[in-house]
């Protein structure tokens, strides 16, 4: 049973722009959470992109990222936002979220406890 549902992956074009939303599947919550944005290329192990704490703020831990991605959510709808401008070839990944066990950002996958499917981001000319 899948508790949160990526969205808004797909293709674009370097330089492009794509928002990536997770929701919280019907009896799930993530508003009292940290959740966290991992992504994973081929080949490569997951990482961390960034984590939003349970009451807002930010932390990027993919350098690359920073000043690119914005993380964000709406406790009103029980989701959280990955806004990703100026995207790079190398930003080509599944992106998943996750439920944090633990009250504080970290970047470490087994600190998340719920995960959901992913959604695949192209990134190519």
């Known amino acids: 049973q899948v508790q949160l549902v990526e969205s808004g992956g797909g293709m674009a074009q370097p330089g492009g722009s794509l928002r990536l939303s997770c929701a919280a599947a019907?009896?799930?919550?993530?508003?009292?959470?940290?959740i966290g944005w991992f992504r994973q290329a081929p080949g490569q192990e997951r990482e961390a992109v960034s984590c939003?704490?349970?009451?807002?703020?930010?932390?990027y831990y993919n350098t690359s990222g920073e000043n690119r991605f914005t993380i964000s959510r709406d406790n009103t709808k029980d989701t959280v936002y990955l806004q990703m401008n100026l995207l790079k070839p190398e930003d080509t990944a599944v992106y998943y979220c996750?439920?944090?066990?633990?009250?504080?950002?970290?970047?470490?996958?087994?600190?998340?406890?719920?995960w959901g499917q992913g959604t695949q981001v192209t990134v190519s000319s």
């Open positions: 019907p009896g799930f919550t993530l508003d009292s959470y940290v």
């Open positions: 996750a439920r944090g066990r633990r009250g504080v950002c970290t970047g470490t996958p087994g600190d998340y406890s719920y």
């Open positions: 939003i704490p349970r009451g807002g703020g930010h932390v």
